[in-house]
């Protein structure tokens, strides 16, 4: 059975950081592409970005409107995804889902199968 379980969001204002962590279960973890989505309200869910296993290269792909301020990052060690995310803004205010598959897809349209529940970010200008 796969779980992924996030933590890490809050409320923090315009400028400043927060880190997302995602803990997957350990064969999807090793195996399969993880990756951090968003829906605001009103919104459409969005790929906010994705990483491959390392074992294919550990390649990432971000969402245009987070290229440069988000990193999304694997830790081998402690079987953990990250979100770093800097120079917030308040359109970055949205739950945010860890999503994981069994396959290889970081195109920004792809749904993986695999879902947390949600943890809400909230920036405030």
């Known amino acids: 059975q796969v779980q992924l379980v996030e933590s890490g969001g809050g409320s923090v204002q315009a400028g400043g950081s927060l880190r997302l962590s995602c803990a997957p279960s350990?064969?999807?973890?090793?195996?399969?592409?993880v990756g951090w989505y968003r829906q605001a309200p009103g919104k459409q869910r969005e790929l906010v970005a994705a990483i491959a296993p390392i074992a294919v290269g550990g390649k990432t792909n971000y969402a245009a409107s987070v290229k440069g301020r988000f990193t999304i990052s694997r830790d081998n060690a402690k079987i953990m995804v990250y979100l770093q995310m800097n120079g917030l803004i308040p359109e970055d205010t949205a739950v945010y889902y860890c999503a994981a598959d069994w396959r290889v897809n970081l195109d920004t349209k792809y749904e993986p199968k695999y879902w947390g529940q949600g943890t809400q970010v909230t920036v405030s200008s």
């Open positions: 350990l064969s999807i973890f090793r195996n399969g592409a």
